[in-house]
């Protein structure tokens, strides 16, 4: 069966402080990842979607990158954390079949402080 | 530009009533829509499917229905229950979500 495992879970950062959050999904092959960010009490926000390795489309223009070195991992970076960067990050994947919708990851909860 | 929302941030009902969410989008025409779970700190968890071509779909408790006139989507869970207790996003099929709905049932 498929996974996705995501980490940390939680994570406290100071401003400035670079960030590497990682992604990886078990038991497909060149599922379609996403990044997204919920800030409290808010919806998801899209932040980066790839459809293969090394194919990474951006949603919203900001200091955050992200990085699909392999099949199965995403990864989500930034050189310097804003205050404004907290929030939680989800990791997802999907096939592209409607069908069984989005899997997502359990979450990162960063606190840029 | 197109938008896809869910007007009610939150609902309280008495636990054995029918709950009913709305969903609403705009600007475009999804084939699909697609309704979540989501518990606190968790991740979302996809309930049910429903397509543009069919007017409603069930799924146990579950009950979702696809109005193309309205461009509104209602999902409904009959006899609700504490555990049923969560924020239920609604997806339009293009990567996007609505900002959910905080459902409380009360016993």
């Known amino acids: 069966s498929q996974t996705i495992h995501q980490w940390p879970a939680t994570l406290v950062q100071p401003v400035g402080s670079p960030l590497s959050l990682e992604c990886t999904v078990e038991?497909?092959?060149?599922?379609?990842l996403y990044w997204y960010r919920q800030a409290a009490g808010r919806g998801l926000q899209l932040l980066f979607y790839s459809v293969g390795i090394g194919q990474i489309s951006s949603e919203v223009p900001q200091n955050l990158s992200a990085s699909r070195p392999q099949d199965r991992q995403f990864i989500l970076s930034s050189k310097k954390l804003l205050l404004s960067d907290s929030g939680f990050y989800l990791c997802a994947w999907s096939t592209g079949h409607p069908n069984y919708g989005y899997t997502f990851g359990s979450g990162t909860r960063l606190t840029v402080v | 530009s197109q938008k896809i929302e869910q007007n009610s941030e939150a609902l309280n009902i008495q636990e054995g009533k029918t709950a009913t969410l709305t969903c609403n989008y705009t600007n475009y025409s999804p084939a699909y829509l697609q309704w979540y779970r989501q518990d606190p700190g968790r991740g979302p968890v996809f309930l049910l499917l429903i397509r543009e071509n069919e007017k409603e779909k069930r799924k146990e408790r579950l009950k979702v229905t696809f109005d193309t006139t309205l461009k509104q989507s209602l999902f409904h869970i009959t006899a609700s229950q504490p555990a049923d207790s969560a924020t239920y996003l609604c997806g339009g099929g293009d990567m996007r979500f609505g900002a959910g709905t905080r459902l409380t049932v009360k016993p």
């Open positions: 038991g497909t092959s060149n599922p379609n």
